[in-house]
T-cell receptor
């Protein structure tokens, strides 16, 4: 069974640009969450999707957005990039709508210059 | 705001030594998990504890959930270089499924 796939693995963007990250869940997993990991703050919850609906959103500015498609694949978008958005962005998927055991992708390392 | 405090933040030990990592909160968690993350990779789930007082063993790793479900510990016996990594505890306080609260992690280095 293939794991959670995140693309791209690495990205370098300039301040002010926008970026889209992709996450393909494990087959059969319909719940997807996104996290931002930085050395100072650790892993922080961004948002959570189930069956194409956003169920919850973390404390991040509106520049951070996401969506989920009918095949459970998810994307997150960051607009007007700032230097502080440099981080490892992790996608996690879950077996069903209530199980809290997360299966993580390898992440996308975003560097904003 | 629910917080998970992990200690120590860094740990550097010799192969064969024992160690304990702690995860504490003032909030009650419905479940708590431990993950290990290696550089350039996503976290990998080690264990989930659900019942207060629960003890789970995974080879040389022993996980304990506090009676009040507010704290947990991870004990490694006879550490090996392959145990090196970032250990993260994460809790769900009964909120939405995917909104896990993570501790900042314990960076463990085991030297041969």
């Amino acid at each position: 069974k293939a794991g959670v796939t995140q693309t791209p693995r690495y990205l370098i963007k300039t301040r002010g640009q926008q970026v889209t990250l992709s996450c393909s869940p494990i087959s059969g997993h319909r719940s997807v969450s996104w996290y931002q990991q930085t050395p100072g703050q650790g892993l922080q919850f961004l948002f959570e999707y189930f069956s194409e609906t956003q169920r919850n959103k973390g404390n991040f500015p509106g520049r951070f957005s996401g969506r989920q498609f009918s095949n459970s694949r998810s994307e997150m978008n960051v607009s007007t990039l700032e230097l502080g958005d440099s981080a490892l962005y992790l996608c996690a998927t879950f077996r069903d709508s209530s199980n809290t055991e997360a299966f993580f992708g390898q992440g996308t390392r975003l560097t904003v210059v | 705001t629910q917080l998970l405090e992990q200690s120590p933040q860094f740990l550097s030990i010799q192969e064969g030594e024992n160690l304990t990592v702690y995860c504490n909160s003032s909030s009650v968690f419905s479940s708590l998990q431990w993950y290990r993350q290696e550089p350039g990779e996503g976290p990998v789930l080690l264990v989930t504890v659900v019942t207060g007082g629960e003890v789970k063993k995974l080879k040389r790793l022993t996980f304990q959930f506090g009676d009040a479900r507010k704290d947990s510990s991870l004990h490694i016996t006879a550490a090996q270089p392959g145990d090196t990594g970032l250990y993260l505890c994460a809790g769900n306080y009964g909120g939405s499924q995917g909104n896990l609260i993570f501790g900042k992690g314990t960076k463990l280095s085991v030297k041969p």
